[in-house]
């Protein structure tokens, strides 16, 4: 029998709560397993949030208590690495690895994911997130692979490709998820899930592309956002589910809404008056499993009853997630076996290590670096707060934060901390390193009696210029200026924490919080060299920090040997790669700052900051020097050829950008948008001539009637370090 003809055959067997519980998800973390065990009998399509043993009790009891005996699929977050399980390898967080600018890196990390997604008997993982994170104070930009649609979608695909592999039913696969279909991260004023107020033109010359590239790759499932676009939630948007992403992308996967999004119609977005027509209005619009509105069962039924909703929608659902339960042979294999040991395995462990020292990117250098291992180096003070601190170090969706939030849990090694990274690269040196912790990231570690932070950290200055030894009145900040004054070089560890990132806690002010800038302030006063590290979720507005720093080194969060990889860096052991998949802005209220912004502002800036953000997206410094030369365009095959040349004396991995401008255009496009990138490894003194073919995408634009048309005229050709324009080199070419 054919898959057609059998899922044909089962829908006409099933009743309309059969149909009905297909399309439900249940988290057994919030009901329990007890309920949960009750929709299992009732023919449950799917649950979340569950583990090992509890898997095997719940399938069976689909498989042998339900009339239909239909495989349920299981689900689970794991965007990093399976790190909900805290024996599982916590790779670096997705912007973090999208530093690394290296799809068959990505590919790889989400391979080793998939199988130990798999070892613990789940089938699916809500990954990878297509979103773009163009305003950096949105709580889930860490989450995301930066700022460009190119980018995202490269490294997304990757990703969708490592979690399936060749084959969705072997045993160490997982069914990837694109996730928020669509512009979620576009919300107005960053606001996790509020209202994107763009136009569906725009989404398609922006947003889309990513997810194009995930059905490409074959994901076979998509999340909704929690968001809406011009009003309309994505819950219930026709035009994004059907028109765009079944009928004209083709996508046959299943579509799963996001966390009680069809509840959230009702009681938040206020575009239903009740559960029934939030139930009508998701079916309607294309979503196939309903995630957590377990109301949804009762209400759907009575919709198609009363003949408000034709059955014919929810045959349409079933089968979509029929189809793909048939592509995995669930009937075959209920239960994923995955690798056996492969969960927190030794080759698991060494990726995610490579994944941390590929990511490192350093931002200046006044010349501190490599730390040099001579006499007059004998003691290194590591200061800060997240300089021992592993729970900021992994930031968000961890074992920590997930999937039940404030639940006390404690660290599990392995893991390799800023501070013991540094003390293993300087073991049996002579040098000595000693810590202090200097200040909380959350709260500000100030005198009571001190209301105003900013006067605070005046004052704070004040007295340090003026030599006084009396920081009594600053805990911690007392221990860690003492230590740096006596120091040679003073490690700084600075940033937020995960209680800064992730939903629900979107930031308004990106300024370092707690008394960090003051502790900044104190420390640069002593003329000992100073190397800045950043450990955060996102890029945080620093710029009075890179100032008083002799370098500067951005880690974000580099997952279980994040701390080992920065310190490989700092003493040369590694010669940083990483390029920044996002934009630094100089301050808060410079955002967007984004590089492939529209033309066309008076005078191109606010009048009280620059023009230029503080770090442009693609830069990142290395050990060595590269030069470009001998930029070429075949038309013919949309082929860049360019000379890649390692002038300095050590060895080095560049990363070959290449952007495109579209001179002048029919409708408003960026001064340059990236079109394609590969990594190139180059000996002192070698030169490589790199190739890269373009897509037709590159050189399209989307006209007021949203079609897509590459138009006849100039384009500008760009290669180079970075996005900056004096780190590229241009060439004209005409299409």
Known sequence: MSDKSFIDNLISQMTLEEKAAQMVQIPVSAVGMEESLKWAEMGAGSFLNVFGDDIKELQKAAMEKSRLKIPAIFGTDAVRGHAENKDATIFPSSLTMAATWDRDLLRQVAAATAAEVATDGLHWDFAPLFCLAR????????????????????????????????????????LACAKHYIAYGEATGARDSYDTEVTFRKIRDEFLSPFRKAIEAGCGSFMTAYGSIDGTPLTANKKALRDILRDELGFDGIVVTDWDTVNYLVVRQKV?????????AAASAGNDIIMCTSAFYDAVIE?????RLEEKILDDAVRHILSVKLKMKLWDKPIKKGIP????CKAHLELAKKAAENSVIMLKNDGVLPISFNKKIRKIAVIGPNANDIRAQYGDWTYFTHPLPGVKKEPARPYVTLLEGVRAQTEGSGI??????????????????????????DMCYEINEHGTDNYKQMPFINEAASLARESDLVILALGDNYTQAGEYTDRADLDLSGMQEALVRIISGFKVPIITVLIATKPLAIPDVVKRSDAVVCAFNGGMFGGEAVAEVLFGKKNPEGRLPISFPVMTGQVPVYYNQLPGWHEGRYVDCPKEPLFVFGEGLSYTWYEYSGLKFDAGTKTVTVTVANTGDMKGTETVQIYINDKVSSIMTADKNLAGFEKVELEPGESREVSIRLDDEAFEVTLPDETRVIEHGEFDIMAGHSSRDEDLIKITVVL
């Open 272 to 280: 239903c008056k009740d559960i029934n027509e939030a139930s009508r």
């Open 303 to 307: 919709e198609v009853r009363e003949g």
């Open 135 to 174: 305003d950096p104070r949105w709580g889930r930009t860490g989450e995301t692979f930066g700022e460009d649609k190119y980018l995202a979608g490269e490294l997304g695909a990757a990703q969708v490709r490592g979690y399936q592999g060749d084959d969705l039913s072997a045993d160490d696969t997982v």
């Open 432 to 457: 000595k390193v000693e810590y202090a912790y200097g200040c909380a990231v959350n709260r500000p570690d100030y005198h009571r009696e001190t209301k105003d932070i900013g006067a605070f950290i």
């Open 341 to 344: 040991g492969s969960i927190g």
